[in-house]
């Protein structure tokens, strides 16, 4: 009896080993599945979070702010005072980036998003032929002259160059509106539905 009871008993414990192996098989295939999306120039992989400390450090830089245009510019300063250096691996968390203190356009990027994602501002992932960049909604946004901008749906976005230092809100595109493989909701980590795209004033 007890020799059946204990082979019954192995029998339960390696099925629910093997159930909780699937399981944690099918969580890593979602996980890889989220953060990977492909586009017409490879494979576009996500490192964006959402943190704490992120939170913490958005709201710092931010304290002194009276509008959401010194807001973006700040948080755009303090990503382009980063060194540039090329990572020739998987993008960079953005907590891994300001610790190690240099990155290329996906870890500053990923980076510059997630800052502004804690402040609840409204921007998105550019992919072009070998860059990243950002833009951000130009809504509340009042620059001194007049910008050039992405229209992207009939809405304008000011592009935040993540690599250039000491560079401002309203970059130019230094590509062709063609060249724009997606645009990507960085948090749901989806391409958006583009019915219309321009570049103007």
């Not at 005072?81 to 203190?101: C, D, E, G, L, V």
Request: charged content about 20%; aromatic content about 10%; proline content about 2%.
């Amino acid at each position: 009896m007890t020799d059946k009871l204990s082979h019954t008993l192995s029998k339960v414990v390696l099925g629910c080993l093997a159930l909780y192996f699937l399981y944690l098989f099918t969580q890593v295939i979602n996980i890889v599945d989220r953060r990977h999306i492909g586009t017409s120039n490879g494979t576009y992989v996500n490192s964006t979070h959402e943190d704490k400390k992120l939170y913490q450090l958005a709201n710092s830089l931010t304290k002194n702010c009276q509008n959401r245009t010194s807001q973006v510019q700040l948080l755009l300063n303090y990503v382009t005072n980063i060194p540039y250096r090329t990572n020739h691996f998987t993008a960079h968390s953005p907590q891994k980036t300001i610790q190690m203190n240099f990155g290329d356009c996906d870890d500053k990027s990923n980076l510059l998003i997630s800052l502004l994602h804690e402040l609840k501002i409204e921007s998105y992932f550019v992919l072009v032929p070998k860059h990243i960049f950002v833009i951000v909604l130009a809504k509340n946004i009042h620059l001194n002259s007049q910008e050039k901008g992405i229209y992207l749906n009939d809405e304008k976005f000011y592009i935040l160059e993540s690599t250039a230092k000491g560079s401002t809100i309203g970059f130019p595109l230094h590509y062709a509106i063609n060249d724009i493989h997606a645009i990507i909701e960085p948090f749901e980590n989806r391409k958006l539905n583009i019915t219309h795209l321009e570049w103007k004033l």
